[in-house]
């Protein structure tokens, strides 16, 4: 099952921050996030493993509810560089890495 | 270090006629394999994952295969392609139960 993702969409001025959700019907292992630019192969950000914890580098960071089966990611101070459409994908137990991704959120950061 | 490769990185094909899409890992051994597919403005789709040689699991049905003849080498073929396979086709790979790395894609346009 696919899991869903909100806001489909943001808008942000330069140094604004945003949260992305991303929600499974379905227990969950482990939650991946990325990046994706317009044509391009999507990028990996980080991999949240259950256990309930949260991650961070420079300015992104996520967490992870494994009870709520729930992950977000928070984008603090935005860059354009932040700009892209991000997927969340979600690893069920015992699925050998294979992941089901989310339909996307587009961010825009603007000047 | 590992890299991912597919070719063609672009390519029209008319209806009803063939396909063979490959993608080659460099610089490890042993690597899950993924195809996806992501429809224009789309979220990404897992067509076909696979954990060894000759060993292929397929996610939808449809009219594409997939085999794995080498441990690094991964090729997504049709007999007969239809005006809905059109996409962005991404392989990926991953050391087993990580992060997974996406090449750079196959812009396949069927007319």
């Known amino acids: 099952q696919q899991p869903v993702q909100s806001p489909q969409a943001v808008i942000l001025r330069e140094g604004e921050d945003a949260v992305i959700n991303c929600s499974s019907s379905?227990?969950?292992?482990?939650v991946h996030w990325y990046r994706q630019k317009h044509g391009e192969a999507p990028i990996f950000l980080m991999i949240?493993?259950?256990?309930?914890e949260q991650k961070g580098h420079d300015k992104i960071s996520a967490s992870f509810n494994e009870k709520k089966q729930q992950s977000s990611l928070y984008l603090t101070a935005s860059q354009l560089s932040y700009s892209g459409t991000y997927f969340c994908?979600?690893?069920?137990?015992?699925?050998?890495?294979?992941?089901?991704f989310g339909q996307g959120t587009e961010l825009s950061v603007k000047p | 270090s590992q890299t991912i490769h597919q070719w063609p990185a672009t390519l029209v094909q008319p209806v009803g006629s063939p396909l063979s899409l490959e993608c080659t890992v460099e610089?490890?051994?042993?690597?899950?394999l993924y195809w996806y597919r992501q429809a224009a403005g789309r979220g990404l789709q897992l067509l076909f994952y696979s954990v060894g040689i000759g060993q292929i699991s397929s996610e939808v049905p449809q009219n594409l295969s997939a085999s794995r003849p080498q441990d690094r080498q991964f090729i997504l073929s049709s007999k007969k392609l239809l005006l809905s396979d059109s996409g962005f086709y991404l392989c990926?790979?991953?050391?087993?139960?990580?992060?997974?790395?996406f090449g750079p894609g196959t812009r396949l346009t069927v007319l």
């Open positions: 610089g490890t051994s042993n690597p899950n």
């Open positions: 379905k227990a969950l292992y482990s």
């Open positions: 994908g979600t690893e069920g137990p015992n699925q050998g890495g294979k992941l089901i």
């Open positions: 949240l493993l259950k256990g309930g």
């Open positions: 990926a790979w991953t050391p087993a139960g990580f992060e997974q790395f």
